[in-house]
């Protein structure tokens, strides 16, 4: 109980902590930009102590121009001072930006950690077990509903295949005789020996018939 008294109170300070690095690193970036305000005024003062300098020297005003220098000189050594103090204002930032980065990262980090082992306490391998159990009853439900539907009813269930192949070969030949090719116009073609055997019996009928006439005279 205590430990996880202590660990609630540690992660507490450290979310505040976190949440307290934001408006630092504002008031370091305002701190930042009106010290490089203030170098550049004092740049401008200190060109313009130089022209001044020139100009006594001009008019032969010689301690005029002394003063200016001396000014100059102080405007240097305040810009100095300004340069010194952004430098460790940046090194602030630069410090604060990576702890906050790193910060970010654990906690990222941490929280990944939280939810993979959330999902790992909330399945065992009976679970798993049991839904690819379920998974193939499924399948194997679907697979046998499917095989019922297919399997023929009613009037098509009565008919034969045998005959239904016979039929099939019948019109399979059919369709051989009429792709056969007609013989070519002008071609003699002997006749059939039916058609042969038949003209005699044509004549012999003809003579009965003649017969008959003659016997009813």
Do not use: W
């Amino acid at each position: 109980m205590l430990k996880k008294l202590i660990s609630k109170t540690k992660s507490k300070k450290k979310k505040e902590a976190a949440s307290s690095s934001l408006p630092t690193l504002d008031r370091l970036h305002e701190t930042l930009e009106m010290l490089e305000k203030k170098e550049r005024l004092l740049q401008k003062k200190s060109s313009a102590e130089i022209e001044k300098a020139k100009d006594y020297t001009k008019a032969k005003n010689k301690n005029a121009a002394i003063q200016c220098l001396k000014k100059k000189k102080l405007y240097e050594t305040q810009i100095e001072q300004l340069s010194n103090f952004q430098l460790r204002v940046h090194d602030q930032i630069i410090m604060l930006e990576n702890a906050k980065a790193t910060t970010d990262t654990v906690d990222a980090l941490r929280s990944g950690s939280s939810a993979v082992k959330a999902i790992q306490q909330s399945l065992s391998i009976d679970d798993i077990e049991n839904a690819i159990e379920e998974a193939n009853e499924h399948t194997e439900n679907m697979k046998q509903i499917q095989d019922a539907l297919a399997t023929p009813f009613g009037a098509s269930a009565e008919f034969d295949e045998d005959e239904l192949e016979a039929e099939l070969e019948d019109l399979e030949e059919e369709e051989l005789d009429l792709e056969l090719p007609e013989p070519p116009r002008g071609t003699h073609v002997a006749p059939s020996t039916s058609a042969a055997t038949s003209r005699p019996a044509a004549s012999d009928f003809a003579e009965l018939t003649k017969l008959q006439a003659e016997m009813a005279l």
